[in-house]
């Protein structure tokens, strides 16, 4: 599916929330209310994509989300080592994400209808699980990124990945074809999009990124998709972690060295990157599935 030139540049922030036992649960329902209330001061719907297992730990807390117009989309069922859509049979992964769709719409009472895969790993047998169970969209792809800053890191596919918001092909996911989902990958230029290169570049760097995202957007029409972790705003228990060896499945431990800042200082960078991307004339800030059917409604 081709995204054609418009006058509009929409812009998804959509913000991943993992499965958590190293952050204190009053500091979870505390930076929801500050996100939604920073949300609600713009004017801004936002798109979240939870772990299920994390979800019914903090159910209240998304059912607000989802009365006040942001989107809840499904990240998977427990986000642990074995949770990898990239090496998972069919069943296994048809097992996972049926339990998480189940959990998320159960606690929302509305479908479901965006995922994001745990670490951002998939396969084919993972869109055919999402389209058979009536997703629209998947954002786990993020085509042209280049960087070690990944838990994907060994993924070679994202060079060549299709740019513009697409429909995979059965075989591989990486290209175009005619599976129902719809493919709408977070921005990247070889830099990705994501809060962990605001802390380590800076704010003045992410509006430089975001300005090139929005000249090529009024080109082509592209949406630009930001991703954060809205646990990145708040403090880790000390010691609760559990860190993997696995360099596969978490990349290089390394990268959180390189990150700075206080989580209420990464609260802060946020809310002006925001401001700043709501500022410009064309940006309309958008839920995923807002976006699918706006996709759709231009002839798309
Ligand atoms: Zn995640």
Redesign the pocket.
């Known amino acids: 599916m081709m995204t054609r030139k418009s006058n509009k540049v929409y812009v998804i922030i959509s913000g991943?929330i993992?499965y958590s036992e190293h952050h204190r649960h009053s500091d979870k329902l505390m930076i929801f209310d500050q996100i939604l209330n920073t949300a609600n001061d713009l004017n801004i719907k936002l798109s979240f994509?939870f772990?299920a297992k994390e979800a019914v730990k903090i159910e209240n807390c998304i059912k607000l989300l989802a009365d006040s117009g942001h989107e809840i989309g499904c990240?998977?069922l427990i986000?642990n080592d074995d949770e990898e859509y990239n090496r998972l049979s069919y069943e296994k992964q048809f097992q996972y994400i049926t339990e998480a769709t189940n959990i998320l719409t159960k606690i929302i009472n509305k479908d479901i209808s965006s995922f994001?895969a745990?670490?951002v790993k998939v396969s084919s047998h993972m869109y055919k699980v999402i389209e058979k169970l009536g997703y629209l969209t998947d954002s786990s792809i993020c085509s042209q990124r280049m960087d070690l800053v990944s838990s994907n890191m060994f993924n070679k596919d994202w060079l060549f990945a299709p740019r513009l918001p697409y429909n995979p092909s059965p075989s591989n996911p990486f290209e175009k074809g005619n599976s129902k989902v719809l493919i709408v990958p977070v921005s990247a230029l070889c830099i990705p999009f994501i809060s962990s290169v605001l802390y380590v570049f800076g704010l003045t760097f992410m509006k430089i990124l975001f300005s090139v995202f929005y000249l090529e957007s009024l080109l082509t029409g592209k949406p630009i998709v930001y991703l954060y972790?809205p646990y990145e705003f708040i403090p880790e228990i000390r010691g609760k972690k559990k860190y993997s060896s696995n360099l596969k499945v978490h990349g290089f431990r390394w990268r959180r060295h390189l990150y700075r800042g206080t989580p209420q200082d990464k609260l802060e960078r946020h809310i002006k990157l925001w401001k700043y991307m709501k500022s410009f004339k064309a940006v309309e800030i958008v839920t995923m599935k807002q976006f699918y059917y706006l996709n759709k409604a231009r002839g798309a």
Request: charged fraction near 35%; proline fraction near 9%; hydrophobic fraction near 0%.
């Open positions: 991943d993992d994509y772990t990240h998977g986000h994001r745990p670490r972790h």
